[in-house]
């Protein structure tokens, strides 16, 4: 492939690393910490934080991601944070169900980008080079 201005190297050490914190990111303990936590009694985040002594962004994060895969629901209840703010009250499914997401997982994005740079440097037309990019638009 042509030279696109970035080292070889610099491009496979950003890869490595991009997939073992991808890799890393399954096993967190965060996760497993927050679900047992929400099995216990449903919490907002700010709760969680403040009880358990967990970071704002690892609460969060780990609410955000067993949402996203079922394992916890928005309960209906709002709570006031420490700052007033009203904020969800998260709680445990007994059966989780993935909420179907539409959105590219940032590898196939990666993968993407990679034929696109491919295309364009066997001089592909645009379309042809947009088609690969945003397979889904017309």
Aim: hydrophobic fraction near 40%; aromatic fraction near 4%.
């Amino acid at each position: 492939m042509a030279d696109i201005g970035y080292p070889t190297e610099m491009l496979a050490t950003r890869r490595a690393t991009s997939d073992e914190a991808y890799a890393s990111a399954e096993l967190a303990p965060s996760r497993a910490t927050v679900l047992r936590l929400l099995r216990e009694r449903p919490q907002t985040c700010d709760e969680l934080m403040q009880a358990h002594d967990l970071q704002h962004q690892s609460a969060s994060a780990a609410v955000n991601w067993l949402m996203r895969n079922g394992f916890v629901i928005d309960s209906g209840e709002r709570r006031n944070t420490r700052t007033g703010r009203s904020a969800i009250v998260w709680r445990a499914v007994s059966h989780p169900v993935p909420i179907k997401d539409e959105r590219p997982t940032r590898r196939e994005l990666e993968r993407r980008i990679e034929d696109a740079v491919a295309l364009a440097h066997l001089g592909a037309p645009i379309w042809e080079i947009l088609k690969v990019l945003e397979p889904d638009s017309r």
